[in-house]
């Protein structure tokens, strides 16, 4: 059983498509987060049960669930698609979790919905499992994400490049409010809608910006300032989330989409992941100014309530987006500082990346290894992250008079030791697709204390040999 209150279902009819998943023939569990289950206040036994697997498939509608696919748009690789919406994926409905907070439950992989267009609705297995493990370890790592609840397999198989088992993830999000969303209103000139969403997050996700002077326009700041963090804390992590489209903006501000996304191995600013990215719009360095390019796009959809003059709205929005560049400096800065155990000095930050990129410095073990520095280990470890000795011991003197040992608590908080590198993932797939899910377990395990060293999973630290790397991920989800 599942306490539902649906609140999206209530709004008007252009929101969204009513539509029930498809039946999957032999659902199976392949993994359920019992943890998150009870954060949450369901019933993970029921959940594990025929009932429970059946209803996370889509084979069963829960009594009180309400499916539907919501409507949205966006700007994909900078181009605009008028029309894109929940094509397939299908929100079960809402529950409120004991800590309050309203939460979406919803099934990704589900089945066709209105807002297909030329797609199957589903879901292969290996996009399930990526997306399981990259946004459980986000929430481990304390950056805000969807959650995965569980993953099903369907016994049914997806056409891709090749035939794969269909599998259905089941995402649990603060809401699927997207700037796309916005933006599907602006686009049709619905500014009475426009105004209902605008209510509508305001009330789910902000509502102390009701009591402010231009509701809007606080929220529109707010948005703002939750990306800004967002996308710094991404950073902080080597991560490159692939496909920073306004549909996969996320209104409350958690990681959404788990695409052809990656943690970076060896460091160089312009890696991409994503096969379409070529010309690395979403590369590692470049997601700041995407980032200030969607909301820019949000504003753009805010403009017809953000006031009744326009030349007055236009310096409203503006200001608003202004405001990005120094939230997102002041956060990476303080988020890099953490790493080195240092006080803000973003010359020698800069001079870092410099010397990381110079060596291709493994991202996640220059700041692992350094924090074991840190606490009173051996420099060899790290100095084999660089190609030349010689150049390690440098910067390795130079940080020693800017590290206040002071800081080490919030170094070991700040850079994991585990991350789930994308050969790892990888191997976890292939397993997986043959029938195999012990990796996948492991892995799991391991990325679920990302901070706390783990000396018998050691082998989970390093970066992929030369034939264990993975060149690309693709969005073949
Ligand atoms: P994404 O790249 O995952 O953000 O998805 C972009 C859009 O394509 C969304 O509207 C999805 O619903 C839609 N989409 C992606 N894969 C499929 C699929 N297999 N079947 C139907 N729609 C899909
Ligand atoms: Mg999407």
Not at 287 to 304: K, T
Request: charged share 20%.
């Amino acid at each position: 059983m599942i306490t539902f209150d649906n609140t999206y279902v209530q709004l008007p009819s252009e929101f969204f498509a009513r539509v029930d998943p498809d039946k999957a023939p032999a659902p199976k569990l392949i993994k359920l987060n019992t943890a998150l289950a009870n954060e949450l206040g369901l019933d993970a036994e029921w959940l594990a049960s025929p009932d429970g697997i059946a209803v996370l498939s889509g084979a069963a509608v829960a009594i009180g669930s309400e499916p539907l696919a919501m409507a949205y748009a966006g700007h994909q690789f900078g181009g605009w698609s008028p029309q894109l919406g929940d094509g397939r994926a299908h929100l079960l409905g809402e529950i409120v979790a004991p800590d309050g907070i309203r939460r979406d439950i919803q099934l990704k992989g589900s089945g066709a919905t209105p807002f297909s267009r030329n797609g199957d609705g589903k879901a292969a297995l290996g996009p399930v499992l990526r997306e399981y493990i990259v946004s459980e370890f986000m929430a481990a790592a304390g950056v805000p994400t969807t959650r995965a609840l569980a993953a099903v397999s369907t016994g049914e198989r997806v056409q891709r490049e090749t035939g794969m088992p269909g599998a259905v993830l089941t995402r649990i999000a603060q809401s699927h409010v997207r700037v796309g969303t916005f933006q599907y209103f602006f686009a049709r000139k619905q500014s009475e809608n426009l105004q209902i969403l605008a209510d509508y997050v305001i009330d789910r996700h902000y509502p102390e910006a009701r009591n402010s002077e231009n509701p809007t326009l606080t929220m529109l700041s707010a948005v703002m300032e939750r990306q800004a963090k967002l996308i710094a804390k991404w950073m902080c992590l080597g991560f490159i989330h692939g496909v920073m489209n306004t549909d996969n903006v996320q209104i409350a501000g958690e990681t959404i989409d788990y695409g052809p996304c990656a943690f970076m191995d060896g460091f160089h600013p312009n890696t991409v992941f994503s096969s379409i990215d070529q010309n690395g719009r979403y590369a590692w360095v470049n997601q700041p100014n995407i980032g200030v390019w969607n909301i820019s796009r949000l504003a753009e959809a805010l403009l017809p309530i953000l006031h009744g003059d326009e030349d007055t709205a236009v310096k409203l929005a503006e200001g608003a987006v202004e405001g990005f560049s120094d939230i997102f400096n002041d956060a990476l800065n303080a988020g890099i500082a953490a790493k080195l155990g240092i006080n803000v000095d973003s010359a020698f930050m800069q001079t870092t990346f410099k010397v990381m990129t110079d060596h291709s410095c493994d991202f996640t073990l220059f700041f692992a290894e350094l924090t074991r520095i840190a606490a009173g280990g051996s420099d060899d470890a790290f100095v084999d992250l660089f190609v030349s000795q010689d150049a390690a011991h440098r910067w390795l003197e130079a940080w020693r008079v800017v590290f206040d040992p002071a800081l080490l608590g919030g170094m070991t908080a700040a850079n994991p030791v585990f991350i789930p590198r994308n050969h790892r993932v990888e191997e976890v797939i292939s397993s997986a697709i043959a029938g195999d899910f012990m990796s996948f377990e492991k892995l799991i395990s391991v990325l679920e204390t990302p901070f706390v060293e783990q000396p018998e999973n050691s082998e989970y630290e390093r970066p992929p040999t030369a034939d264990q790397v993975v060149h690309q991920t693709f969005c073949g989800t």
